[in-house]
């Protein structure tokens, strides 16, 4: 089995800043990509930021020069960095990885519980 755990997510004012971490745990084999996908209430779920095991990057227009998604490969961690926070970006934030499981050697998507983000003064 593989599972996601995110952290970091929490209260902020607008024009502050978060950083979340999401790390990989079990049966891993390799991971191809990972990245953040956020949830506000009443919308559908939104790709906010990805990065491959290459290291590129893609981003969301919304959080284009706010926001930084970066990994370390050693402990299959990827974060998000969100700066200059607007009341917009409150949402549940959900980090998401496609690998390849170790046993079988397939394909997986695996989704972490999420992490609420609030951005309100």
């Known amino acids: 089995q593989v599972q996601l755990v995110e952290s970091g997510g929490g209260l902020v004012q607008p024009g502050g800043s978060l950083r979340l971490s999401c790390v990989a745990s079990?049966?891993?084999?390799?991971?191809?990509?990972m990245g953040w996908y956020r949830q506000a209430p009443g919308k559908e779920r939104e790709s906010v930021a990805t990065i491959t095991s290459g290291g590129s990057t893609n981003y969301a227009d919304s959080v284009k020069g706010r926001f930084t998604v970066s990994k370390d490969n050693a402990k299959n961690t990827v974060y998000l960095q969100m700066n200059s926070l607007k009341p917009e970006d409150t949402a549940v934030y959900y980090c998401n990885a496609d690998l390849v499981e170790r046993s079988t050697k397939r394909y997986l998507e695996v989704w972490g519980q999420g992490t609420l983000v609030t951005v309100s003064s």
């Open positions: 079990g049966s891993i084999f390799s991971i191809n990509t």
